[in-house]
């Protein structure tokens, strides 16, 4: 009885398993890029920076978009790793390489931010010290420490951060500030800043998740690279490192950056971001500009939002 009504049955399974193999599909989430360590031990493995940086797209409160220069051959390894532990808690330092030639530009998108603060603008009250741009130019040596503790041999990481300046290196890390103001109908872009990041530090603390920022030196967009701007610039950085509040950060870049932590902690051979739903496709008909005092780009106010206008390509 059994056997004539095997395909029958085998047509219904069939049939089933199609049904629910795109449900499957649908239901698993997406990932963002994975990330290969080998921390010294072989050849290094060299990741692309838009991939090793996927982290600026996941702590961005806003859109963002990424751009890269033509030609851009901007890559990071993980050259080193070194783990120290009392028992009851666990300090990791993982030496990483920025190598290659090129820009890689982050573009804040505010246009959401102005639009909620739209009555505020047109009243005359700025909005200051907004993030525009997050750069980082040509190569460079930083690190990654992560520390934490131990409950049952288990690891939870408390702190990561990441160091940009390492081995006597300037930071190619570059972010571009300024104050955006409503004037005659437009927002307009004011103070202008551009300052080199050393430090970005994610801690897990009770409240709202933030992300503290140490700078190496801060001057105007209009300052010169000469000896003594840039001697000035390092005076201001200084300063600056004394009034910078933390900056918040959504909560699931800041857990992602616990958890890039915790692999590097443990010298996983990879690690895979989540997937970053705040980053766009990069700004369409914008050229790169590889002057690192011109990396800003303005803020016009129009019928269709805020857009981001700067050197557009000529066609």
Not at 13 to 20: E, I, S, W, Y
Not at 284 to 301: M, P
Request: proline share 7%.
């Amino acid at each position: 009885m059994i056997l004539p009504l095997l395909p029958t049955m085998i047509r219904r399974l069939a049939a089933l398993a199609l049904f629910l193999l795109p449900a499957g599909w649908l239901l698993a989430a997406p990932a963002g890029p994975t990330l290969h360590f080998d921390y010294g031990n072989g050849r290094p493995l060299e990741n692309p920076l838009d991939k090793f940086m996927y982290f600026v797209p996941l702590i961005s409160p806003g859109p963002i978009a990424v751009s890269s220069s033509a030609g851009n051959t901007q890559s990071a390894r993980v050259v080193s790793s070194r783990c120290r532990t009392n028992g009851a808690s666990f300090h990791a330092t993982c030496e990483f390489e920025i190598v290659g030639e090129g820009l890689q530009q982050n573009f804040f998108d505010h246009a959401d931010f102005i639009r909620q603060h739209d009555r505020e603008l047109k009243a005359g009250k700025p909005l200051l010290r907004q993030l525009d741009v997050i750069s980082v130019q040509g190569s460079g040596s930083g690190s990654v420490e992560v520390a934490g503790t131990l409950a049952d041999g288990r690891p939870a990481v408390t702190e990561v951060r990441l160091r940009f300046n390492r081995r006597g290196r300037v930071s190619p890390v570059i972010i571009c500030l300024h104050d955006l103001v409503y004037r005659n109908g437009v927002i307009h872009p004011e103070n202008e800043v551009i300052a080199r990041v050393n430090t970005l530090t994610f801690c897990r603390k009770s409240g709202v998740p933030k992300m503290e920022i140490t700078l190496a030196s801060v001057k105007p967009k209009t300052a010169g690279d000469g000896p003594w701007q840039n001697f000035v610039g390092r005076v201001r950085g200084v300063v600056a490192n004394l009034f910078i509040p933390p900056l918040t950060v959504p909560d699931d870049g800041h857990q992602a950056m616990m958890d890039f932590g915790l692999a590097l902690a443990m010298e996983k051979a990879a690690f895979t971001f989540p997937f970053a739903t705040r980053l766009k496709t990069s700004p369409a008909g914008y050229a790169v500009n590889t002057n690192s005092n011109s990396l800003l780009v303005a803020a016009e106010h129009g019928k269709g939002g805020t857009e981001l206008t700067g050197t557009r390509k000529e066609n």
